[in-house]
């Protein structure tokens, strides 16, 4: 039985890269909020769509609201600064070289509690996070709650609560 593997971009799956510091996995720029860059650096397109890999710098405090993936397990490792997580009911703090891993179909949320932070983070499997963040990169602030609501269920996520409070 041949293994089949669906690449619409033609990239070639069998073969490594690397992503520099302060690049971005196709050269693209995203920022979130209009100061907060957000980096692809493993692309869905990379593994058929199993994995993507995020590189997310915060240049101001708080965090998305309290959502929900139906379908994607996250990870995030901190590399700078302090976090606090929220998973269902339980609150974590996080700091330089913690990981916490998020399961799907649990509410979640967090707050970069520090005027800088960086993290990476990982969707699996990759979904339509990609396209998520491009979206509200294009934006030219933040969007309203009620435009929040619609981007993440356009891209298969729920928003069950507000921000967390800190």
Do not use: C, W
């Amino acid at each position: 039985m041949q293994n089949v593997i669906n690449n619409p971009a033609n990239i070639d799956l069998k073969k490594g890269f690397v992503v520099k510091t302060n690049e971005s996995r196709f050269s693209e720029t995203t920022k979130i909020g209009g100061v907060n860059p957000n980096d692809i650096k493993i692309s869905s397109k990379d593994t058929s769509g199993n994995l993507s890999m995020f590189e997310y710098q915060g240049n101001e405090k708080g965090g998305p609201p309290l959502h929900v993936h139906p379908y994607q397990d996250e990870v995030f490792y901190i590399l700078e600064g302090d976090y606090l997580f929220q998973i269902g009911t339980e609150k974590f703090s996080l700091k330089q070289g913690d990981t916490i891993f998020l399961p799907r179909q649990i509410p979640h949320t967090f707050a970069q509690l520090s005027e800088k932070g960086k993290m990476v983070f990982f969707f699996n499997p990759a979904g339509k996070m990609e396209d998520f963040f491009r979206t509200l990169g294009n934006l030219p602030g933040p969007p309203t709650p009620e435009e929040g609501a619609q981007i993440f269920e356009a891209h298969e996520m729920i928003v069950v609560g507000p921000p967390l409070e800190y």
